[in-house]
């Protein structure tokens, strides 16, 4: 399985919280943007893709012409949605398959084909959920993050709970059938009462995913620069995300993964991928890889990306056998249904390389904070939001 | 033997005594530029903090006025109240004392008390005024408090600028002139006086040494008076100040005595070395194993490093043998080691030096005095580490080291400094005056009041104008308690600590409160206590952790949420397991830090 990544580094404005890669008063380069996506895909061209991700910043502010030429460009390089007959380690065994640019993403006969766009609520137009459908996006995650009108001012959302409530309704109207919201906990004044209001709006419009972030104050963000005093604490945020995903399983969302909650085979696949070790690249600045067990990334900066698009690689990094294995470990263990397979592990990385998080896994499950199934190992849901506790335990190496 | 001249300078820290010594060198064509600055501070650390531990000594020919060459030993002193007994061996080799004094500061508490020691040696002193060249030079006070608080004729002092070198030939002159040559027969059985020595790693310890009568060249045989230990003499020498071999050194001389004596704490400053032919020969009077008088333990962060820190240590020693250590072991901190030291200043140095130059990361516990504990049953014991106190119980009482302190500050601090002395339980038994402008405070201070801290708390009340200098003088009863801290039921015995009744609790208050700033919050609640005994005094929980997750969008940046992880790991292996709870080092250095 492998996925494809295209990040659009362009918003409005900056978020107070974020420290994405992502510029403000820079969408005069969009056109020359998406040229240079295409030269950057051009170098890896012959790859095929099962699943899409246009993420941001704020890819909505492409607009419904550029979407049209960076997917159709897209396309041409890359066979995007099509499942190869795939050996048990997940890898393609014929890379070099015709291509057949016909295939639109939302009509693959494989239920794992997924192509998504993130839109922001004030710049989800008609004109452009409508080019997105048409460009074979089938998948829609919208940045609501809240809809108390106080709390998204307090971070410097620029859109309203109305607007938000739209964005969806137009995302339905356009046609989208499969749609994930996204919501913040922590936001200042946020109150049980407020964030309850939150989701059970959002649930009344028929959503199938949500995703549930924790405010993080990351350093150099204006957030963490100024904290406004009304910030809830640790405490309080583990209290309201505790209660959140209450109300979430019991309106039917499984809760696969630390932050996401999904109806029952709404999974993003695309995200899956990642915390199944799996492969994707990643197109732009700052976009992260993981290709033939390698990670790299393109440099966080859009000028020289803008140049040299093909020549932005860094921060490439190879791990032994041992540390991929603790890696696949931690990233597997956030799957909270899923949970990782020991005997999957092993089969993959060999016996030394994992005796040591074997033994590790035993222990934290004699202890309680992980919950044990024949050879599949969970996170006890008690210890999901002190799972970093964990995590680092099997990263360290004597 | 006749023109010889054995000298040392004497002077409260920072007056000169360094830069004057590389002027004589220089002088004297011992050095050639003023490159080597501060010859006689080798070591960077003593450099940076300005003060002399090693004391070494240097030969320096000199043609006098009179026409006839000399030979000038200048043996220099440990600068540091912590070293009062090594001063007085340095002294012990000489017939004579330049005593320097600051022109912009005047005499000070180490001044005085150098000075007495000088003259309770029976050396001539050559009264001298250093940084004359300085704009606030007050050279008359100077020479006023040096006849007023040490009964010095005042107008015989040389003025001196050590900086320019202005006055120093006339000094080197005055030396030659005023110091009486060395008595000595040099027929009469060998006697020596060992008021150095260093280790050389080829030629195991080299003592420096003084000979009063004999003589000494390779072949002979030695004894160590204390030890009665005999050794073969490899090489004889001066100090030029690198070791210049000779054929002997006879009495009267200064030089260094090579004998493949390989164990280091063989050699102890003050000790006699005598012919083995004439073993009666009486040592030389004074001598005695410098007792150390603050400890403290010291641990690796890994237990793994316990094998590199003996090692450290051992080399250490050999530079410094005034440092006595033995093993020792915590049930919070694993094997680490006791480290006897001569004061705190020269436990900061120690531990400063042993992370520096041997790259060792380090717990260092509370410094301690020793105390004597009386036990019901009639009993004593000396104990310099509070986990080994015996149970309240079994006391019947308690004995602490108290010393003479002496402090000279200008008149408008006495206030702040008196306060400060009298919160840390200090007596004042004379206030005295050297001069219109200053006073001279004694008191009989408890030490363990004056290792926490309070030289630099001094400092600061007196805007770096106090000075002081103390010596032991003797134990006294005092009400104490030993006050233990408990973490999640498991008592950590490096926090445990020795105070005075009245004050534990307000101690173990604050101690417990800032342990619940220090340790994060785990998986669990931590409760922290401090009990005297078995009754609690002091308590604050740690809540259980409740949030560490990575429940952010983060895309497909795995690698940096990785090397997060791998960060936390790596930062809990640095810290310290109690019981189940991990503690961090500087939990252990908040003891250093309780009054603050």
């Not at chain 2, 339980?425 to 363990?448: E, I």
């Not at chain 2, 408990?486 to 417990?512: C, H, M």
């Not at chain 2, 931590?526 to 429940?551: H, N, S």
């Amino acid at each position: 399985m492998r996925g494809l990544y295209v990040h659009i580094p362009f918003c409005v404005k900056k978020c107070a919280y974020c420290d994405f890669y992502s510029l403000p008063d820079r969408q005069s380069a969009m056109q020359s943007y998406v040229q240079a996506l295409l030269i950057e895909a051009e170098k890896y061209q012959g790859l095929d893709f099962e699943t899409l991700y246009f993420g941001g910043g704020t890819p909505s502010l492409l607009g419904a012409e550029n979407l049209r030429v960076l997917s159709d460009g897209l396309r041409k390089l890359f066979r995007v949605g099509v499942t190869l007959s795939l050996d048990t380690n997940g890898t393609n065994v014929s890379g070099n398959l015709q291509r057949d640019s016909s295939l639109d993403f939302h009509r693959s006969q494989n239920d794992k084909t997924e192509a998504t766009i993130e839109v922001n609520p004030e710049s989800a137009a008609p004109d452009f959920l409508k080019a997105a459908l048409e460009c074979g996006f089938n998948r829609i995650s919208i940045g609501v993050q809240s809809l108390n009108d106080a709390e998204l001012k307090a971070v410097g959302r620029i859109h309203t709970a109305t607007q938000a409530i739209d964005a969806v309704k137009q995302a339905q109207a356009a046609g989208f059938q499969n749609i994930s919201c996204d919501l913040i906990i922590g936001l200042p004044g946020q109150t049980w009462r407020s964030l309850k209001s939150s989701i059970s709006k959002l649930l009344a419009l028929k959503i199938q995913h949500i995703s549930v972030y924790c405010l993080s104050l990351e350093n150099e963000t204006p957030l963490a620069d100024d904290p406004p005093e009304n910030l809830p604490s640790d405490d309080k945020q583990v209290e309201l995300f505790e209660k959140a995903a209450a109300l979430l399983k019991s309106l039917g969302f499984g809760h696969y993964e630390i932050s996401n909650f999904a109806l029952p085979d709404y999974e993003c696949q695309h995200n899956l991928n990642y915390w199944r070790e799996g492969e994707y690249l990643g197109l732009g600045p700052a976009a992260a890889s993981h290709l033939e067990t390698i990670r790299f990334k393109n440099k966080p900066d859009l000028d020289v990306y803008l140049k040299r698009p093909t020549a932005q690689t860094t921060e490439v990094e190879q791990l032994d056998r041992e540390d991929k294995a603790r890696e696949e470990t931690i990233l597997r263990l956030r799957l909270l249904q899923e949970g990782i397979n020991l005997s999957q592990l092993r089969q993959k990385y060999g016996m030394l390389p994992t005796q040591e998080i074997v033994d590790n896994l035993a222990a934290m499950a004699a202890s309680g904070e992980l919950t044990r199934e024949g050879v599949t190992y969970r996170l006890h849901p008690a210890y999901i939001m002190t799972s970093n506790q964990i995590f680092a335990r099997i990263m360290a190496r004597d | 033997m006749e023109n010889i001249r054995n000298f040392c300078i004497i002077a409260h820290i920072d007056h000169g005594k360094s830069t004057l010594a590389d002027r004589m060198l220089e002088l004297t064509g011992v050095l050639h530029t003023t490159e080597n600055a501060q010859v006689l501070d080798s070591m960077d650390l003593e450099r940076e903090r300005g003060i002399t531990i090693k004391a070494k000594s240097v030969r320096m020919p000199f043609k006098s006025q009179d026409g006839k060459d000399y030979i000038l030993n200048l043996i220099d002193t440990p600068g540091h109240v912590d070293f009062n007994y090594e001063v007085s061996r340095s002294l012990k080799a000489c017939e004579g004392a330049i005593l320097l004094v600051d022109a912009s500061q005047g005499v000070e508490a180490q001044t005085i008390a150098n000075a007495y020691l000088a003259i309770d040696a029976g050396l001539e002193i050559i009264p001298v005024i250093n940084k004359i060249d300085l704009p606030n030079a007050m050279i008359d006070e100077c020479r006023q408090q040096l006849q007023d608080s040490l009964g010095i004729p005042g107008n015989t002092a040389l003025l001196v600028s050590a900086k320019d070198g202005k006055g120093v030939n006339d000094l080197l002159e005055a030396v030659v002139t005023l110091v009486p040559p060395p008595k000595g027969d040099v027929n009469e059985p060998l006697k020596c006086l060992i008021f150095d020595s260093f280790y050389d790693t080829y030629r195991g310890v080299i003592p420096h040494i003084r000979v009063f009568s004999g003589s000494l060249k390779h072949g002979d045989k030695i004894m160590i008076k204390s030890t009665g230990q005999v050794h073969e003499v490899d090489e004889v020498g001066y100090f030029t100040p690198a070791l210049t071999p000779t054929e002997k050194i006879q009495a009267g001389e200064v030089g260094y005595v090579g004998a493949i004596i390989k164990k280091v704490g063989s050699i102890h400053v003050g000790d006699t070395i005598v012919s083995p032919d004439f073993p009666a020969t009486p040592a030389i009077p004074g001598f005695r194993h410098s007792q150390p008088m603050v400890f403290c333990g010291i641990y690796p962060i890994s237990t793994n490093d316990y094998v590199k820190l003996t090692a450290a240590l051992e080399k250490f020693q050999l530079n410094d043998s005034s440092i006595v250590y033995e093993k020792e072991s915590s049930a919070a901190l694993g094997w680490g080691y006791r480290l006897g030291f001569m004061g705190m200043l020269h436990m900061e140095i120690t531990l400063e030096r042993l992370k520096r130059e041997y790259g060792q990361e380090l717990i260092a516990t509370m410094p301690s005095v020793i105390y004597k504990v009386y036990t019901t049953d009639g009993q004593f014991s000396l104990i310099d580490n509070p986990s080994k106190f015996p149970d309240p119980s079994r006391i019947d009482r308690i004995e602490e080291p108290v010393v003479k302190l002496q402090v000279i500050v200008p008149n408008e601090f006495v206030g702040p400094v008196m306060e400060l002395s009298d919160a840390k339980r200090a007596k004042l038994v004379a206030m005295d005056h050297p001069d219109r402008k200053r006073a001279l405070l004694t008191y009989d201070f408890p030490l363990a009041e004056m290792i926490t801290g309070y030289y630099d708390k001094l400092k600061s009340v007196s805007r770096g104008y106090a000075s002081m200098d103390y010596e032991f003088t003797g134990y006294q009863a005092g009400d104490f308690v030993k006050v233990d801290i408990l973490v999640k039921e498991n008592q950590v015995d490096a926090l445990s600590f020795i105070s005075v009744r009245q004050s534990a609790q307000p101690k173990a208050k604050g101690l417990i409160h800032k342990l619940r700033k220090l340790i994060p919050r785990q998986m669990f609640e931590i409760p922290l206590q401090a009990a005297i005994g078995a009754k609690v005094i002091a308590r604050e929980d740690i809540v259980a952790l409740r949030k560490d997750v990575l429940a952010k969008c983060y895309g497909g940046d795995i690698s940096r949420k990785r090397k997060l992880l791998e960060k936390q790991a790596e930062g809990k292996k640095k810290m310290k397991m109690v019981g189940a709870v991990v503690v961090p080092q500087e939990a252990f250095l908040l003891l250093l830090k309780m009054e603050e």
